[in-house]
């Protein structure tokens, strides 16, 4: 079946300094889709990407996804304490995967002030 | 208020037994969604349900069941059959295919 891959499982970093979490599918998707995830609560839709190419910026934040539709990634510029939490990658797989929708196995960010 | 509601948000049970997770939504969305997520784990698919009295199984259905009778409720119980049942479980909707998910505050269900 498809399978959801994401690198790092976990970063620790400094505030202000950059991080970035990457997604790979086994399987093309139709588009990608980022949550957050923070300590204790339940996965926040951030944004979806649904051409090849596309790149999508939301403040510090900067999401990709790939030319051939199985790859992302997510930066995040100048941490601040308020992105600690979870990040997940998600996605509907092609062919057939109408409304199933893959999770990664996520990266957590810790972020020390 | 729209949303996702999931009942109860603890939940305690004895080995052996059956527990049924509410799962109810006001957003009038078509799909709904059950994931289980294990301490520093990741989501993973247990059933989801495209349209009313229609469901497939994830990629961890065994030990599980649901049913999909009304649009709004998407019940899932755990059966006694599932080896290793305590988790976290969460529930999600969406409007349809390409579209966001939104989530429940999720049950966490401890068997002992």
């Known amino acids: 079946g498809q399978q959801v891959m994401q690198i790092p499982q976990y970063q620790h970093v400094q505030e202000g300094e950059d991080f970035t979490t990457y997604c790979n599918s086994s399987t093309t998707l139709s588009n990608i889709q980022w949550y957050k995830q923070r300590p204790g609560g339940h996965p926040v839709f951030l944004i979806q990407l649904v051409k090849s190419g596309e790149v999508k910026k939301q403040k510090r934040l900067t999401f990709q996804f790939g030319e051939a539709k199985k790859n992302s990634s997510l930066h995040i510029t100048a941490t601040q304490t308020t992105d600690v939490g979870t990040y997940f990658c998600a996605g509907p797989p092609l062919p057939g995967g109408y409304n199933k929708l893959i999770f990664g196995a996520g990266t957590r960010l810790a972020v020390h002030p | 208020d729209g949303g996702i509601t999931q009942s109860p948000k603890y939940l305690f049970r004895k080995e052996g037994q059956n527990v049924t997770l509410s799962c109810e939504q006001n957003l009038n969305h078509d799909a709904m969604y059950w994931y289980r997520q294990d301490p520093g784990q990741g989501l993973r698919l247990i059933y989801y349900?495209?349209?009313?009295?229609?469901?497939q199984k994830g990629d961890i259905a065994e030990g599980y069941s649901v049913s999909r009778e009304k649009k709004e409720s998407f019940p899932l119980t755990v059966t006694s059959a599932q080896k290793n049942p305590t988790a976290f479980y969460l529930c999600?909707?969406?409007?349809?295919?390409?579209?966001?998910?939104?989530f429940g505050q999720g049950t966490r269900l401890t068997v002992v």
């Open positions: 349900s495209q349209i009313v009295n229609d469901f």
């Open positions: 999600a909707s969406s409007m349809g295919p390409n579209t966001e998910a939104f």
